[in-house]
């Protein structure tokens, strides 16, 4: 993996006509992580997809380097696709080598459903699967919108652990949460201070 | 393997398993079926109108999974996944349009046989609406993923998509009927004209739609 790195210089973030944050800088390395905190409304997911490059900040810079996997609300798995086979979709895109997605499975702890659709997952086994495709892939910068949403404690923990394993070999990881995650000397930015 | 023949291949499969894929194709036979039920069994008066019939339905059918083909990804995220795999809006809504026509003109081409022996038109008119058809499908093609990028997230998208749609229909259907006469080489020329500039435009279309959908 090449070294990662993320930093916003300055970024502003303008919807409609609510201004959600401006002056917001931070710069993470190998390594590193971050955690986004805010009250619901405060721009958390506006600033995940400014990072992921899926919305153009109203002022400042992005500067990224080293792939991206963006973990958002959405799972984009293909509903009708056994879980295995759907994750296999996207880890061909991210150059993932065979066993990869089996591995991730594991890692998530559902490699007991790789041959059920997706559409029969419940709710906190299709965000493991959404991680099991950011864990498949061999991106630096993970972004994980509220990654812990629908967890049950064991998966938490497995979750923690991934994020340890990616910062370990020199990863980013920038999660939004409204709950505490395992995720040691982690920087804190916190939005919503303006109303 | 080649990111844009994977989206070919993805979207091919997802229109044969939501049966989207056969859709177009039965309402085309049905059509077929239908107007001589509504004309009448006289044969010289079906080999007259039948050919242009049969382009009406092939326009129409190409309107029918309008709705499936860019929402259902827009929704699941799919499209900003491709984004942030650094692959453009414009590739994705191209390998989108080849994905489209290689589900619906093959089988339309196909259909058209049956469909014209129910219109009895002769073989000279069938395969002048053969060409036109293969010329003209891919224009259907794009013209349905650009309408359905240009309607993403609108309340009453498919009614919507419809009257965006088929004005821009319009050339092909003109050229394409009028190719059907015995004088039509010049209307197919026309025909391949404007079927080239519209699929030439959609990607670019429709790419665009679909980034100003993100925002």
Redesign the interface.
């Given at each position: 993996m090449p070294p990662a790195r993320l930093a916003f210089d300055r970024v502003a973030c303008l919807r409609g006509d609510r201004l959600l944050f401006e002056d917001m800088s931070f710069a993470l390395g190998p390594g590193e992580a971050a955690l986004l905190t805010g009250p619901n409304g405060a721009g958390k997911s506006s600033l995940m997809r400014i990072a992921?490059?899926?919305?153009a900040p109203s002022a400042g810079m992005v500067e990224r380097e080293g792939?991206?996997?963006?973990a958002?609300?959405?799972?984009?798995?293909?509903?009708?696709q056994p879980l295995g086979a759907a994750l296999r979709?996207?880890a061909?895109?991210?150059g993932a080598v065979r066993g990869d997605v089996e591995t991730a499975l594991d890692r998530m702890g559902i490699a007991n459903l790789a041959e059920v659709p997706v559409r029969m997952l419940s709710t906190g086994q299709r965000k493991r699967a959404a991680l099991a495709r950011v864990l498949a892939g061999r991106d630096g910068i993970w972004l994980l919108d509220e990654p812990g949403n629908g967890l049950d404690k064991a998966s938490l923990a497995r979750l923690g652990a991934a994020m340890a394993t990616h910062r370990a070999r020199g990863g980013i990881v920038l999660a939004a949460t409204h709950q505490p995650l395992d995720l040691d000397g982690a920087s804190e930015i916190p939005l919503g201070a303006r109303r | 393997?080649n990111?844009w023949g994977?989206i070919i291949l993805?979207d091919l499969r997802?229109a044969w398993?939501?049966g989207g894929a056969l859709l177009p194709l039965s309402f085309f036979l049905l059509v077929a079926t239908l107007f001589p039920f509504a004309v009448g069994p006289d044969g010289p008066l079906l080999a007259k109108v039948g050919g242009g019939a049969l382009w009406m339905a092939a326009l129409l059918a190409a309107l029918l999974p309008v709705d499936r083909l860019i929402a259902p990804d827009a929704?699941?995220?799919?499209l900003?996944?491709y984004?942030?795999?650094g692959l453009s809006d414009e590739g994705v809504a191209a390998a989108k349009i080849a994905a489209h026509w290689l589900g619906f003109g093959p089988p339309l081409l196909l259909a058209a046989l049956p469909a014209s022996a129910l219109l009895k038109l002769d073989g000279a008119v069938l395969a002048r609406l053969e060409l036109g058809l293969a010329i003209g499908t891919p224009a259907l093609a794009a013209l349905g993923v650009m309408t359905s990028a240009l309607t993403l997230g609108l309340r009453g998208a498919g009614a919507l998509a419809g009257l965006v749609m088929l004005p821009l229909a319009v050339p092909l259907l003109i050229f394409g009927a009028g190719a059907l006469g015995p004088q039509g080489m010049g209307a197919l020329k026309l025909l391949a004209a404007a079927s080239l500039l519209l699929t030439a435009i959609a990607p670019f279309a429709a790419g665009a739609a679909i980034r100003a959908a993100?925002?």
């Open positions: 992921a490059g899926l919305l792939g991206i996997a963006f958002g609300e959405a799972a984009a798995l293909d509903p009708r979709f996207w061909g895109f991210d | 393997m990111p994977a993805r997802v398993q939501g929704e699941q995220g799919v900003d996944q984004a942030v795999r993100r925002d």
